[in-house]
Each structure stands twice: as C-alpha cells, then as structure tokens.
C-alpha cells in the first residue's frame, strides 16, 4: 500500500492544477487566422494559432492579464483577461500601410494541443522546403508518413504509417475518400504540390465520420481554398534527368463565388540508365491535369455554404527497357515493356447550412470514373470504375461546447478488370475477368465531451455498414485527451477497422514480375485492432520553442492479406491469414527553433511488423526496424532566401526468400541499411521564387535491383526486391512566380 501511495504523491504534481487561457483569432469575416502570434503584454510568453485559429496559453506567473494578437496584414488587438471564459481575437485588416514586411513564419509542420485527436498539420513552409512536385513527394520533412515505391517500373507510389502498407491508412481529399481501387495505384502522384494548402497527418484509427477504413491512420489533403490563395501562381520545374512539371493556378471571384482554376502539366525525362541493366531508372510520365474549386459562404457562419471541386487527370506512363517503343513493342515478346493510360474525371460537392451555434447540417457527395489500360510486359490489363460516395451530416453543439456528429453514409463501387496474356510463355493461371460490385449502407455517431475544466477531452464513436457480399460490420472507437497545462497533452485511443480488397489494384507490383499469383481463398475483408498512446510537450515562446512528441501504437490483425512471396519464388500466394500478425510502431521527436533564423528537428521511429507463423516470428519484408529523421533550416530576418537540409537513415529490411532460386538469381535476406541527404536553396525576388536542389546528395542506389534483367521473359524475372533508391543523385532547379492581389 505505501507503494502505491509514494506513486500517487509523485504524480500529484502532474495532476495540479494549471490555469490556461485559450480562444480564437478570426478576421472580420470570422475566417480562422493561422499562424496569428498570441503572448503576453510584455512577455516573450506566447503561441501561435493552429488551423482553426484556436489556442491555448498558460496564465501561471503572468501578473499582466492583457493579451495580445498580432497577424501579418491586421492591426494588433490587446484584450483584458477577467475570467477563464474563451477569448475570441477579431482583427480588422490594415490599411494604413501600402507595404506589409513578414517577420514570421508559419512553423513547417504544427502539432495541434487542443484537438482531441493528434494531428500533424503539414504547411505550405514545409511544402517550401523541397521541390514537391505531387503529393507524393511532400512527405520527406516528417517522420509519420514513408512514401514506398511499389512498382518500381512505372514508379507507383503509395503512403505508409505505422509500417504498413498504404491500403490501411485513408487518404482524404478535402475530406473525401476518394483514392480507391484503381485511383489508389497512380492517385497520389496525380495531385500536384501546388495544389496543396495543408496536409493533416492523425495515427492510429481515430474518427469514424469518414468511414470504417483507417486501420493505421489516416492523411487528408487540404487543397488551397479560393478565398485565400494567390490571384496567381506559376510553377516550373526540371530535374537532371530532363523531366519537367509546369502549374499554374488563378483564383478570381464571381458574385458571392471564390474560384481557384488550375491547370499542370508533366513532360517526360530523357532515357536515362544509371547501372547499364537494360532497364530505365525512371519511366517516361506524360500527364495534363486541370481543376477547378469553388466555394459560397463560410462553413463557421450562419447560412448556406458550399464547396464544389472538379478535376480531371489524363496520363501515360512508359517504362521497361531502354529500347523499348510502346507504339511497336506494347506486349511483345522481344523487348520488355510497361505502359499505363489511364483518364480520370472526378467531383465533389459539400454543401452545409448553420441554423445557429448549435445546429448544423452538411452533405457531402463524391465521385469519379477511371478508365485505365496497361501492359506488364505479356500481361495486358484493362480497368474501369465507377465510384460514388455520399454522407449526409448533422452537428449538435450542446451545453455550449460538446459535439454530436450523427449521420448516413452510402457507397457504391463497381470495379471491372480484365487480365490477359499476348503470349503465355510461362504457363500463369490468373487470366480472366474479375469484377467486384460494393454497396455499402452506412450510419455513424460522434461524441466530443469536454470535462474536469476542459482538461479533460473525451470522444466516442461507432459506426455500422452493411456490406452487400460480406455483411453488417460494427465500428466502434474512442479518444481520450488529458491537459496536463496547455503546453503538455497526453493522448490514448482505441479502435476497431476493416476493409474490403481489391488484389490487383493496390498490389500492382503482383502483375509486374514472371511469378504467378495463386489465390488461395475467398478473399474476406480484413479486420484490425489498433491502440496506441501519444505524449505532445510544447516549449512555448516567441522567438524560441519547440515540440516534444512520443508515440507508441499497435496494430492487431483478425484477418490480412499480404503476399506471400517466401514459400515459392515463383509465386505470389494470396489468402486469409487469421492468425498473429501485428505492428508496433514508436516514434521520439523533438523540434526546436531559435532567434526565428534557425529551425532542427530530429526524429527516431522504431517498427516491429511480423507475423507467427507455427509458432515462429517471421518479420514481414521491406520495413526499416530503425529510421532516423533530421531537418535543418536556416533563414535570415530579411527573408530574402532559406536554406533547407534532410538527412534520412534507413535500416536493413527483411527481403523476399529466393533460395529456390539458382544462384545466380538469389538476393540476400536482409538489405543493406543506406542514408539519404537532401538540400535545397532558395531565393526571393519580391514576386519571384527561385529554387534549386539536389536529393541523394552522396549518390547511393541500389544498383541492378530487377533480378534477370538480362532476361525479363524468364520464370526468375522479379521486382520485389527493390528496396532502396534506384536512379542515384538528382538536382533539380525550380521557379515560383505568385500575385498575391
């Protein structure tokens, strides 16, 4: 009993009580000032306002109870401080000057304190820092999220958290769930970094309002919003290997409409064959884009808003060996070759009505139709789809400040895809049509709870869809977060997910090498468990702070489809496996910024991702056990340049089992562990942006990584040992041309 009671009086202090001050800072139009510096008259004791605007400030010590808001472009507001009532900053716009100097800068990536779920928002100053040109490339500042290559001929890409693969996190766009099925393939390369505003990072399975997917976490993409972006923006790029990206995008305004038009392009590279294995170390994109968003009202107002986004993507991918011609070689026998055509129209409609501060009712609707045809080699694969996603959302704000999200989802999805082979040299028995037909009814539930003086956040959800071929399934999950002071949160939550499976589309690389692919069962959905806990501290201040972040999260599978690609190198067997397969994932960071000139940031991210197979840990392949992350960035008070590095550490990886193979065609069972260094330069000419860099600054590639290159139409021919880069150093040289009026 003394024991317990020695522990409860060292935690005491932990529990004490910490007065706080928190609120929001929003422009005449209420809209959310981001980034708008908050502190003490006075002081140096202050913080800045996260994406909605909120905060949250510490009062301990502070004899002077004035608060108060600065924002570049706004005149500074200072407020009293008499009660722990909610403060809301409303700043009007400057027009006493013609010219506004910036003196800060948004933080390049926020960890929100306030929220109830962890979020790590992704900013444009983050997106600043390295060419981004799609949404792929915009992950290598942070820790979370590993963008992997799954096809390394036509360099597909997908995003994985928690050491799993990308199918079991949710990509949202604006929100919606729209990369599916075939979209998940090339979906994430197709949204050009110019299009991004913010990228919302949450770990583990979190909120059930969009739905029963996000095992491991889930990434939405904020796309750049009408009523703020730059009238103009011109983006240009080219890297050595002569590939080149053009954007543009212009905002105007129509009655109470605000528009955002854009339009990009990507051209593609020369041949390029860094290691002399036949085979390019990059295919050759052709791809046009054009979007177009709007948006009426604001959602935080009383009254009608909406938001519409359409889009369309056309695109074309060649890869294989260099003397490869897609017009006369396309599915021959005598030289190797992958291409992919593929066309996208895609729409979204969220549109709300606020009654007051307490109801509010919104609908969502969603869809696109893809048409995509390809060649791996003698594997021909056409596809199309057709898929539609609704929800229709009500909000109930109830004694002041608890939330109720209730509501119906519905989902529908027809995926068609046809398998073939122009020469069956190798005797595969996975040709045929297979088509997969969803609809999927659903209801959801949300509620937010603010206790013990708000210290305290709980939120409880549960969702239920009825799957047309497997089902009624049941979602439940909740969230606790404790305030310890508006500096230090600690977060837990706890949560159920499944999904169903579409084989071809999100294992593309199956369809790339000689193996065959044996589908041992009737393919059930999978199903998981994920829990985890997370500990955010904040050194609060003006001029220097920084972030102190500890995650732990695990993952339990009741069913998953993985691969196996170690009982039979020449096959891919897929089945259920309904016994012990699991992740664990921890993650130490610490962020720091000094004097607003310097910015570093190291992180440390450990994964364990196996499975028991009789009785026996088999760790599943292409994970880095240990990774290691650090950002410097340094940028004068003038702001007339910045300068920005990353250094990635990857451990070894579990590999594929080739045994059986000859010897000339075995790979080792572990990789090699490698480091990556990335920099880049850039400087400000008042309206102009001039950027260059170089990624893999050391030159370090995996060289020969496609085993029988020599012979790609063999029974050995492989590329599911690519695990590590494959084109060697890259410069690049960009231009950012904005008008901000």
């Avoid at 080739?658 to 480091?675: G, H, I, L």
Wanted: glycine share 8%; hydrophobic share 35%.
């Amino acid at each position: 009993m003394r024991y317990f009671i020695f522990i409860i009086v060292c935690l005491l202090p932990f529990f004490a009580y910490s007065q706080k001050v928190t609120g929001k800072v929003v422009n005449e139009d209420k809209e959310s000032l981001i980034g708008a510096n908050v502190y003490w008259a006075g002081t140096t004791i202050g913080t800045t306002t996260e994406v909605d605007g909120s905060f949250q400030l510490s009062a301990e010590g502070i004899t002077s109870k004035l608060l108060v808001a600065s924002y570049v472009g706004y005149e500074t507001d200072t407020l009293a401080v008499n009660s722990n009532s909610a403060i809301t900053f409303q700043l009007k716009a400057s027009n006493t000057l013609d010219q506004v100097t910036v003196s800060g800068q948004q933080d390049a990536i926020i960890i929100s304190n306030i929220k109830a779920i962890k979020s790590e928002q992704i900013t444009q100053t983050s997106l600043r820092q390295a060419a981004c040109c799609d949404l792929a490339g915009c992950f290598g500042g942070q820790s979370s999220v590993t963008p992997q290559t799954t096809n390394v001929v036509t360099n597909a890409k997908e995003l994985r958290i928690l050491g799993l693969s990308g199918v079991y996190n949710q990509v949202l766009i604006d929100g919606f769930p729209l990369m599916k099925g075939l979209s998940y393939t090339y979906g994430i390369s197709s949204i050009p970094g110019t299009l991004v505003e913010n990228i919302f990072i949450a770990k583990g399975a979190n909120s059930v309002l969009q739905g029963y997917e996000s095992i491991s976490g889930q990434i939405n993409v904020q796309t750049i919003n009408p009523r703020t972006a730059d009238k103009l923006l011109v983006n240009g790029y080219v890297n050595s290997f002569m590939e080149k990206h053009f954007n543009v995008n212009y905002a105007f305004k129509k009655g109470e409409w605000n528009s955002v038009a854009s339009f990009g392009t990507v051209q593609p590279a020369k041949k390029v064959d860094g290691d002399d294995d036949t085979f390019l170390d990059l295919p050759l994109l052709t791809r046009y884009t054009f979007s177009n968003k709007w948006t009426y009202g604001n959602p935080v107002e009383w009254g009608w808003n909406s938001q519409i986004n359409l889009r369309y993507i056309n695109e074309e991918r060649v890869g294989g060996q260099t003397n490869f011609d897609p017009v006369a070689d396309e599915g021959s026998s005598l030289v190797y070759g992958q291409t992919v055509k593929l066309n996208q129209p895609e729409m979204s409609v969220k549109t709300g009505y606020r009654w007051d501060d307490i109801h509010n009712l919104t609908a969502f609707a969603a869809g696109f139709y893809q048409d995509q045809n390809a060649y791996f080699g003698l594997t021909k694969y056409d596809a199309t789809q057709f898929y539609f996603y609704g929800n229709l959302q009500y909000e109930l704000t109830y004694k002041e400040k608890h939330t109720l999200k209730t509501g119906f989802s519905y989902r529908y999805s027809n995926l068609e895809e046809d398998l073939t082979f122009t020469t069956d040299l190798l005797s595969r028995n996975y040709a045929g049509n297979y088509q997969l037909k969803e609809k999927i009814p659903g209801f959801f539930a949300e509620n937010t709870l603010y206790l013990l003086e708000d210290k305290l956040t709980w939120m409880v959800g549960v969702r239920g869809d009825d799957h047309n071929q497997f089902g009624f399934n049941l979602t439940p999950r909740t969230l606790l977060k404790y305030s310890f002071s508006p500096e230090t949160v600690i977060r837990a939550n706890f949560g159920t997910g499944w999904r169903t499976v579409n084989l071809f589309s999100e294992n593309i690389g199956l369809l790339v090498s000689s193996r065959d692919i044996l589908i041992a069962d009737d393919l059930a959905p999978e199903k998981a468990l994920n829990y985890g806990v997370n500990f955010t501290h904040k050194f609060e201040g003006l001029e220097n702070g920084g972030v102190l972040s500890l995650d732990y999260y695990r993952t339990d599978f009741q069913n998953q489809l993985f691969p196996d690609y170690d009982t039979n190198p020449q096959q891919a067997i897929v089945k259920n496996f309904e016994g012990e397969s699991v992740s664990n994932g921890f993650q130490a960071e610490i962020a720091l910024h000094f004097d607003e000139l310097f910015n570093w940031k190291v992180g440390y991210t450990y994964l364990d991702v196996y499975r028991r197979i009789d009785g026996e840990k088999q760790q599943l392949p292409f994970n880095s056990k240990h990774k290691v992350l650090s950002n410097f960035n340094y940028q004068p008070l003038s702001k007339k340049y910045h300068f920005d590095a990353t250094f990635h550490f990857h451990g070894t990886q579990r590999l594929p089992n080739t045994e059986q193979n000859p010897v000339a065609f075995q790979r080792p069972d572990f990789s090699k562990p490698y480091t990556l260094v990335n920099a880049q330069f850039t400087y400000n000419l008042k309206r102009l942006e001039l950027y260059t860099g170089v990624e893999n600054i050391f030159n370090f590639r995996q060289n020969r990584a496609i085993l029988s290159w020599e012979n790609p139409f063999s029974p050995y021919f492989d590329t599911s040992s690519v695990w590590g880069p494959t084109r060697g150093r890259e410069f690049y040289l960009g231009f950012r041309y904005r008008i901000v009026e």
